[in-house]
């Protein structure tokens, strides 16, 4: 029996629904264009925008002689692949500044650049963040959680990066950005006895690292003893006949960064000497003010050097009859 055809106007009807349903399934799937242009305003909104011309846009306003000394810094070189100036330029460290450098309607507020901006709402943390983006190895890598980083210090706090030459990294300067802070030291420094810190021979990081390190205040050595035969390697022994508080600590008779009275000394003697040496171990009596100079029975135990005027070799002596440290 032969099948009967389907009529040609049913056959159509047909292909004609499933075309418009086929239809109606590609427009619930794809996007209108206003949802489209909607989402790509909101995305441009959310990406922050960079200046359009780099340095040229920030010092049409930014044109005094502290910022143009950056072209004279490390950081201003662009021939150097790891500079600032080689990336992004000013915004490599400032953050994108479309919003700050864009047109502004009369009385509308500028925005302020992202980082290191005078009205710049970021964390110093955020801040120190832009330079150890590049600065990470060496002795920085201590800096995260050292005691600068705690206290909130920030890295332009001790750094001038707008400049070809940072005080910070001279000898004869870097005390008095260290002494901003730390003022007892520089009222210690201005004694009758202190380091030669203000001659320029020493510095601060001469003794400190400035970002830390794993051993008290921030020493480049293990102890305070290994921090001073740097220099006074004359004084690290071994002795034949040592002086235990020598051995133990050279701030137990000595401080560090200055002193009223010589060569660093905590007490003058006999007093100092007395905080172990008990007066009466001595032969003689105990040291008065009637053993001064004036005094009624001026002391040889007291006046000069006192004790050092026969224990000379207090750091300890390898004279084979030097058990008293006096030869």
């Not at 925008?49 to 070189?77: E, L």
């Not at 007066?279 to 050092?308: I, K, Q, Y």
Request: aromatic residues 4%; charged residues 20%; contains cysteine.
């Amino acid at each position: 029996m032969t099948p009967r055809a389907a009529k040609p106007g049913r056959r159509s009807g047909r292909a004609l629904a499933c075309l418009v349903l086929a239809l109606a399934a590609v427009g619930a799937a794809v996007p209108s264009a206003a949802a489209v242009t909607s989402a790509s305003d909101e995305s441009a909104e959310a990406a922050p925008s960079f200046s359009p011309r780099g340095a040229d846009t920030c010092i049409k306003c930014h044109d005094d002689a502290h910022v143009k000394s950056i072209f004279d810094s490390p950081h201003g070189r662009r021939a150097d692949s790891r500079t600032p100036f080689a990336q992004a330029q000013c915004e490599s460290c400032h953050g994108p500044g479309g919003e700050h450098a864009r047109r502004l309607h009369p009385g509308d507020p500028r925005p302020p650049i992202p980082l290191f901006g005078k009205h710049s709402a970021a964390s110093v943390a955020e801040e120190n963040g832009a330079c150890l983006a590049c600065h990470q190895g060496g002795h920085r890598v201590d800096w995260q959680g050292s005691v600068h980083e705690r206290e909130d210090v920030a890295c332009a706090s001790c750094h001038t990066v707008h400049a070809d030459h940072d005080p910070v990294m001279s000898a004869h300067e870097q005390p008095q950005v260290c002494e901003k802070c730390h003022r007892e030291v520089r009222a210690d420094f201005e004694k009758f006895s202190a380091h030669p810190v203000r001659e320029g021979v020493m510095q601060c990081t001469s003794c400190h690292a400035a970002h830390d390190s794993m051993f008290a205040a921030m020493l480049h050595k293990p102890t305070v003893n290994q921090t001073c035969y740097t220099c006074h390697a004359d004084l690290r022994g071994p002795f034949l006949w040592e002086h235990p508080p020598v051995a133990e600590d050279c701030a137990n008779c000595h401080v560090p960064h200055g002193s009223p009275r010589p060569a660093l000394l905590t007490r003058r003697p006999p007093q100092l000497c007395q905080q172990c040496h008990s007066a009466e171990d001595h032969p003689g009596l105990p040291f008065t003010g009637r053993g001064l100079a004036g005094g009624s029975s001026p002391s040889a135990f007291v006046l000069g050097g006192s004790c050092t005027n026969c224990h000379s070799h207090v750091h300890g002596s390898n004279a084979p009859s030097g058990a008293d440290l006096s030869r």
